[in-house]
């Protein structure tokens, strides 16, 4: 209604409340390598595609008359009590969209108390992004270095300054064909963008030959050495829950044994995801993922989800199939492009309001009680 009331005075909101139309808006607002980077997805972007149509197939059939006057949008999520089923995707070098960058992204995840996912390439270092949340709930996401005294230094890092959950990221030990920066030659990293966690990090720095001032483009290329690492596998799990403390959830898992061994693994969540459609050109779409992953594993991990989650009724279809809560992605990221911190608050506000009338007019109170039988396949 404040939207409502703003507008008996002739006040518009600035931007879409539609989300699914920020993109449009920010193509016209960012150079083409920058918008490129964070639209584009792997291959011909099928994968992306999917992930809205995997999406919109699913129709939510809405329940009448089940007294939904009083809702809570309240769910605990790796033992944390959160205000809403949503938290803030880990997106890096954030600083090619707006000069703010992560501490603005993250002071208007705060201010909503919507935890917020620092990127392991984050343009800001870690202790900063921290410092401009206050006590608010931070987790951290994990590129897993190459080098186990810089992975080691991360966790420690992360740890000391309050983020609380890890969140490794599985899916991407090298960058995938992504032909819309290839066809630019756009990479942001090779700009140093998204290297400030890695070269402000002191085991990082000891690997130098060189003062990072010295040779940038050296250090963009150990960079870019210690992110890649395809030769890790199960059992390296390990290390991670003798150098962390607090929970730790697989993000990018798609396949149920995957989610399984995560069990087994002793980790405490999986993230449902496909890295929105940015890695496996022609992979599955993650909500057609994600219903076996709850299957196999809902009673032993906190399962979230993201990859194409837009609006309210998205979440609400995630939460139906089973998911805990959801990450949202390019969304805050476009909000973010085009206006800072208020930008961001706009997307979650908005998102949160179309989710609590999803709800509320499909007959839920909670976002505990959708489920399989709210949902039907539209067959077209
Ligand atoms: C990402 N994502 C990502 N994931 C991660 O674990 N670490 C990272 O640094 C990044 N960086 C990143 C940059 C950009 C520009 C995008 C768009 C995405 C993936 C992200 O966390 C999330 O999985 C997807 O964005 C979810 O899909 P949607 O919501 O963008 O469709």
Redesign the pocket.
Same mark, same amino acid.
């Given at each position: 209604y404040e939207i409502y009331l703003n507008g008996m005075t002739g006040a518009v909101p600035r931007l879409p409340t539609d989300l699914t139309r920020l993109e449009e808006f920010t193509e016209r607002r960012l150079g083409p390598g920058p918008f490129g $980077?964070?639209a584009g997805s792997a291959g011909d972007g099928s994968t992306?595609r999917a992930?809205r149509t995997a999406l919109a197939r699913r129709r939510i059939v809405p329940r009448m008359l089940r007294d939904v006057h009083e809702r809570d949008l309240r769910v605990e999520v790796l033992g944390r009590a959160l205000p809403a089923p949503l938290a803030l995707? @880990?997106?890096? !070098?954030l600083s090619i969209l707006h000069p703010d960058a992560e501490p603005a992204a993250a002071r208007a995840a705060a201010a909503h108390g919507v935890p917020y996912i620092l +990127? +392991?390439?984050s343009s800001t270092p870690m202790e900063q992004v921290a410092e401009a949340m206050g006590d608010a709930e931070r987790w951290f996401?994990l $590129?897993w270095p190459r080098d186990r005294e810089v992975a080691r230094s991360f966790l420690e890092r992360a740890g000391a300054v309050g983020y609380t959950a890890l969140?490794l990221?599985l899916d991407?030990p090298l960058l995938s064909w992504r032909p819309r920066d290839l066809d630019q030659a756009y990479l942001p990293f090779l700009h140093g963008v998204g290297t400030a966690n890695y070269f402000s990090d002191p085991a990082f720095r000891a690997g130098l030959t060189k003062p990072v001032h010295e040779d940038p483009n050296a250090a963009v290329m150990h960079f870019v050495g210690m992110f890649s690492d395809p030769a890790k596998s199960w059992p390296d799990l390990a290390f991670l829950r003798e150098n962390w403390d607090g929970p730790i959830v697989l993000?990018g898992v798609l396949h149920p044994d995957d989610a399984r061994l995560a069990a087994d693994a002793g980790m405490d969540g999986v993230?449902v995801?496909n890295?929105?459609?940015?890695q496996v050109a022609g992979s599955v779409a993650a909500a057609d993922a994600l219903p076996r992953v709850v299957e196999a594993v809902g009673d032993r991990l906190a399962v979230l989800f993201? +990859?194409?989650?837009r609006t309210g009724d998205d979440v609400f279809k995630a939460l139906a199939l089973g998911a805990r809560a959801v990450?949202?992605?390019? @969304?805050y !990221?476009y909000g973010l492009g085009l206006d800072g911190q208020a930008g961001v608050e706009h997307v979650i506000r908005c998102l949160l309001a179309e989710l609590d009338l999803t709800l509320a007019l499909s007959g839920h109170a909670s976002p505990a009680t959708p489920g399989p039988a709210d949902l039907v396949e539209d067959p077209r």
């Open positions: $980077y964070v992306a992930n995707a @880990p997106v890096g !070098v +990127s +392991s390439a996401q $590129y969140f990221t991407t993000k993230v995801s890295h929105g459609g940015r993201d +990859s194409g989650v990450l949202l992605g390019r @969304p !990221v």
